[in-house]
Nanobody, 118 residues
Framework: QVQLEESGGGLVQPGGSLTLSCVVS????????MGWYRQRPEQGRELIAE???????FYAEILRGRSTISRVNAKKMVYLQLSNLTPEDTDVYLC????????????WGPGTQVTVSS
């Protein structure tokens, strides 16, 4: 059974930085695009960034310049570095991945809470 699990969330002070990790577990045939989103109470899930198998990255406007996405294919992991965080960045952060098992399907992790507060 394929699962995604995020880690690295927690409490951080305004202006601080954080690195989130996400690992894919289970038997997979291939992993294509991997991405990070945040869950907003009213707006729903917002794309932060996504990265292709070749490392090519796309950043949405919301955290552009304050986020860096990376991945290690051999470890089936994707990372998100966040910097200069503000209280408005407090959210649940989720990763997803386009994974080939018997067919291509997008899988989601349960999310990790990031709280920015002094």
């Amino acid at each position: 059974q394929v699962q995604l699990e995020e880690s690295g969330g927690g409490l951080v002070q305004p202006g601080g930085s954080l690195t989130l990790s996400c690992v894919v577990s289970g038997s997979v045939g291939d992993i294509n695009t991997m991405g990070w989103y945040r869950q907003r109470p009213e707006q729903g899930r917002e794309l932060i960034a996504e990265i292709g198998r070749d490392g090519s990255a796309f950043y949405a406007e919301i955290l552009r310049g304050r986020s860096t996405i990376s991945r290690v294919n051999a470890k089936k992991m994707v990372y998100l570095q966040l910097s200069n965080l503000t209280p408005e960045d407090t959210d649940v952060y989720l990763c997803n991945a386009d994974i080939l098992v018997q067919r291509w399907k997008v899988y989601w992790g349960p999310g990790t809470q990031v709280t920015v507060s002094s």
